[in-house]
């Protein structure tokens, strides 16, 4: 359907039902690199074309940010003849991808076992907030979820109020985590001939993302607290003052301590046995933080971030997004593409042989409907 596509996924029809941001970002990934996807909104539209400011030209760029390179057709699953195209469309699909209330789509006949029926070879993704047992009635939001798991509990100043993460960043990885399992299961239907269901739910990708403090729990029965910036288990690894503002210093071994100390011109601190090893360090923050500091504060930060980078020692100053941008521009990573005016942040893989392509900026409400319903209904 449409014009021709090229990517590593070419040819791979995906049926995107989802909406928000966790659905939206795995299908935008997977629409990057070849695959065909058609966006399905009901006649309300995906709630984040409304969730503005900011915005481009009247639109939300909370939308334009997880939609590119796809089609969008309007499909009121009430409505008999829209509710036939949307299971005509599923059971032409490879990928269908959806992200209702547990069950809700049992009644249209678009749940798994009815699309699976009539179409064995797809491969169908759910993405839940609490997965589709006990907390199936629980609503998936990405707040919710940094609450629920802990996050929130982790976030923020040892004596503060817990903060939320600045990103939705459940929403995110637990995308992430729908399209390595879209991509696995297309493996394996490559291999067995037949799809399979793909499940997904937030807290479940919470806790994976949570990594070393999920593992502290369940490893070792440590409840982690907040510590502000700093990290549980290295030091330095946070912002630490200099003359005119902070700079993040890291030095995740004992060699890159060592160096930290040399361009400190601290050269003897490696040998105290208070700060030899990384789990000495630690212990000891209280100790050797003032030590650096006060270093550290006898420089700006601009100053500092020239001489510890040229020596190998990781560090940077603390950017807003727009630092942030910029620097990925003069590393030379062309952070931002732009399809028909429209800038959106570039694909984060590369390929040597087939690179993700911009072709199609993020679609207006039912913009492609003409085109899809007279190919669905050939």
Not at 32 to 38: F, H, I, Q
Not at 112 to 126: F, L
Not at 300 to 312: N, P, Q, S, V
């Amino acid at each position: 359907m449409g014009e021709e596509r090229s990517g590593p996924l070419r040819g791979v029809l995906v049926a995107d039902f989802s909406r928000i941001l966790a659905g939206p970002y795995a299908t935008m990934l997977l629409a990057d690199l070849g695959a065909d996807v058609v966006k399905v909104e009901g006649p309300g539209g995906d709630d984040t074309r409304t969730w503005m400011p900011p915005v481009r030209e009247g639109v939300s760029t909370y939308y334009l940010g997880v939609n590119r390179n796809k089609r969008a057709i309007t499909l009121d699953l009430t409505d008999a003849e829209d509710l036939a195209l949307a299971r005509r469309l599923a059971h032409r699909a490879d990928v269908m991808i959806q992200n209702f209330r547990p069950g809700a789509l049992r009644r249209f006949g678009l749940d798994y076992d009815s699309v699976a029926a009539a179409n064995d070879r797809i491969v169908y993704a759910s993405i839940s907030g609490f997965g589709a047992g006990a907390g199936a009635d629980l609503p998936g939001y990405d707040l919710m979820v940094q609450a629920a798991s802990g996050l929130m509990s982790l976030t923020g100043e040892p004596d503060g109020p817990p903060y939320k993460a600045g990103v939705a960043v459940f929403d995110v990885i637990a995308g992430l985590h729908a399209a390595v399992g879209i991509l696995a299961a297309l493996h394996h239907r490559q291999q067995a001939g037949t799809g399979q269901h793909v499940e997904v739910n937030l807290l479940s990708s919470a806790l994976s993302g949570l990594v070393n403090h999920a593992s502290a729990h369940v490893a070792a029965g440590v409840v982690p607290s907040r510590m502000g910036n700093a990290h549980p288990s290295i030091f330095p690894y946070e912002p630490l003052p200099t003359a005119d503002g902070e700079l993040v210093v890291i030095a995740g071994n004992d060699g890159q301590f060592r160096t930290l100390c040399q361009v400190l011109g601290l050269p003897d601190l490696p040998d105290d046995p208070r700060f030899r090893r990384n789990q000495d360090r630690t212990a000891h923050r209280a100790v050797l933080r003032p030590l650096l500091v006060a270093r550290l504060h006898q420089r700006t930060t601009d100053e500092w971030f020239r001489d510890l980078r040229a020596a190998g020692v990781p560090c940077t100053p603390i950017n807003t997004v727009d630092g942030g941008v910029a620097l990925a521009r003069q590393l030379g990573l062309d952070p931002v593409v732009t399809v028909d005016g429209v800038p959106g942040v570039r694909h984060p893989i590369g390929f040597s042989a087939t690179p993700p392509r911009y072709h199609l900026p993020p679609p207006g409400p039912g913009e492609h409907d003409a085109e899809i319903r007279a190919w669905l209904a050939g």
